[in-house]
């Protein structure tokens, strides 16, 4: 029997598809359909490298870079050319991956991506502006093409084996995880070992001098609410990030007011891994309603039967949230 739901989840910077471990495992379909999940790594993460590893500088990838508009392509051509859904799929994505999944619902055809899941999706990539006529853009010595010049590998070499090592991984998942006890060797060791491939302090210096995306995240979501047919969006977002705090998911949500905005506690920047049964179970209600119910006005899942995530509406909860949603509607 075929499938009637795709999803495709897209991981965060650094990780890959073994941070969606349990609903590769558990899958997301119910018990009366059919579900195929996917998850990709990103170009120059996880398991996804160049065939050879002197690739980088053997002049076979001269020109390419590990940019946000490398990522948008390649989430676009996977759906397009692998998944080739009938209907359209899924696409959820955890920080970067939430912005790339934005990025592609947002300049793609309608037709390709049939909801949007957002977990703690960063908000902003890169550094280097992408308007090739801003001065900034012509004084950028570098913009990330391969092979990595030795004058930017040499100076960053010795940071790059400092944040890649097992004290500065396992401190920044500290940080940002509020369920510690997922935060176990296992996971550190899956980060860690794709950067021992012979690529990655080249793809790394590439990510960082890359130019951000051709268009800004405001102006994805300016686009994505102008839809003629309005495409069904989920916020997952762990209320314990200190990275992308409640604030950014309010934004968010006030750029979309259609959205159903879920927030799970205690959890932290990486809900799936962080809780994966109870997002899995938000994640798969969510679908469920956006298949069967929505077009009929009924109202969305309210939260888990665990308690862990309830349905808000996003409202501001303190001084600063207040100031911010006071300064978004008096610049409307």
């Known amino acids: 029997m075929g499938a009637t739901r795709h999803v495709v989840l897209l991981p965060g910077f650094g990780v890959g598809s073994f941070h ?13 359909d059919a579900c195929c999940v996917w998850a990709l790594d990103f170009c120059g993460q996880g398991a996804s490298w160049p065939a050879s590893d002197e690739a980088s500088r053997d002049g076979s990838l001269e020109g390419f870079a590990y ?7 390649q989430v676009v051509d996977f759906v397009r050319d692998v998944v080739r859904a009938k209907d359209g799929v899924y696409l959820a ?7 790339v999944a934005t990025y592609a619902a947002a300049t793609t055809e309608e037709s390709l991506v049939k909801g ?37 590998r040499a100076p960053i070499k010795a940071y790059w084996e400092s944040f890649r090592s097992e004290q500065n991984v396992r401190g920044l998942l500290g940080l940002v ?17 794709p950067t021992d491939n012979a690529n990655a302090l ?11 995306a051709a268009m800004s995240f405001d102006d994805m979501l300016r686009r994505i609410g102008a839809r003629e047919k309005e495409l069904p969006v989920a916020l997952v ?21 259609h959205a159903d905005y879920y927030e799970l506690s205690p959890a932290g920047h990486c809900p799936a891994h962080e809780c994966p049964s109870t997002t899995s179970e938000i994640m798969r209600s969510w679908m469920r309603y956006v298949e069967t119910a929505r077009a009929n006005g009924a109202s969305p899942p309210s939260g888990t039967t665990d308690g ?21 509607a008096n610049a409307a």
Do not use: H
């Not at 609903?23 to 119910?30: E, F, P, V, W």
């Not at 209320?239 to 309010?250: A, F, I, S, T």
């Not at 862990?308 to 207040?322: K, M, Q, T, Y």
């Open 20 to 32: 969606y471990d349990a609903q590769l495992r558990d899958g997301l379909g119910d018990d009366d």
């Open 177 to 193: 995880y509020a369920n510690k006890e997922r935060l176990d060797d296992a996971l550190v060791r899956q980060i860690i070992e």
């Open 202 to 212: 080249c793809t790394f210096c590439s990510v960082v001098w890359s130019p951000k």
């Open 116 to 152: 949007l899941i957002l977990m703690n999706a960063t908000p902003f990539w890169g550094f280097v502006p992408s308007d090739r006529e801003s001065l900034a853009y012509k004084l950028a010595p570098w913009r990330g093409e391969l092979p990595a010049p030795s004058w930017i």
């Open 237 to 257: 977002y762990g209320k314990e990030d200190p990275w992308v705090v409640p604030l950014w998911g309010q934004r968010l949500k006030r750029a979309l007011p």
């Open 67 to 73: 940019s946000v508009d490398c990522w948008r392509d």
């Open 93 to 99: 994505g955890n920080s970067l991956g939430g912005f």
């Open 308 to 328: 862990v995530a309830r349905r808000i509406d996003g409202s501001p909860r303190n001084i600063f949230e207040r100031i911010d949603a006071w300064r978004a």
